[in-house]
T-cell receptor, first 116, second 115 residues
């Protein structure tokens, strides 16, 4: 199993540019999560999907952030326009959501985003 | 709202010794789960151990064990026979029971292992 795959691993962009982060969950997992990690705020959940449907996007900081999951094997997190304060490591995680079963969240390697 | 607090930003332990990392949480729920994740310099988040709130027995995984005190809302991680590879950031996390799988993380404890 390849695990959760994220791309790119590193992204450096200039303020105002559009940034798209990509995630491929583990095959068969039906829940997907986007987290952001910064020194100031630690690890925080941005949004999560169950069966490709967004369930909780209360962590999305503002309208500049959007996330999609067009199918079970792919999700994107887009920032438009990007700002220096968006610089962080963005993690994608996936798990299996089944009634009565607590399953582990498997994390991807993260994307380190730097906005200049 | 649920919160997770790790009061030790940094800890240090000698190789082969034992160290305990602290975590407290706040919740009004009775059904929940607690986790410890390890994040080495590679940034990869790795699950170390988990505890179901309904279980009285403390979870153990090889050299890793927890002290789960439900009434005190405390969930500490004990690492025995510390190894150089244990050096990492450790995060305590909470997950409410039921349909949601949302994890709430503490701020982390950076563990250094001295040779």
């Amino acid at each position: 199993d390849a695990g959760v795959i994220q791309s790119p691993r590193h992204e450096v962009t200039e303020m105002g540019q559009e940034v798209t982060l990509r995630c491929k969950p583990i095959s068969g997992h039906n829940s997907l999560f986007w987290y952001r990690q910064t020194m100031m705020r630690g690890l925080e959940l941005l949004i999560y999907f169950n069966n490709n449907v967004p369930i909780d996007d209360s962590g999305m900081p503002e309208d500049r952030f959007s996330a999609k999951m067009p199918n079970a094997s792919f999700s994107t997190l887009k920032i438009q326009p990007s700002e220096p304060r968006d610089s962080a490591v963005y993690f994608c995680a996936s798990t299996t959501r089944l009634a009565g079963i607590v399953s582990e969240q498997f994390f991807g390697p993260g994307t380190r985003l730097t906005v200049l | 709202a649920q919160t997770v607090t790790q009061s030790q930003p940094e800890m240090s332990v000698q190789e082969a010794e034992t160290v305990t990392l602290s975590c407290t949480y706040d919740t009004s729920e009775s059904d929940y789960y607690l986790f410890w994740y390890k994040q080495p310099p590679s940034r990869q988040m790795i699950l170390v151990i988990r505890q179901e709130a309904y279980k009285q027995q403390n979870a153990t995984e090889n050299r890793f064990s927890v002290n789960f005190q439900k009434a005190a809302k405390s969930f500490s991680l004990k690492i025995s026979d510390s190894q150089l590879g244990d050096a990492a950031m450790y995060f305590c996390a909470y997950r409410r029971g039921g349909a949601t799988n949302k994890l709430i993380f503490g701020t982390g404890t950076l563990l250094a292992v001295q040779p």
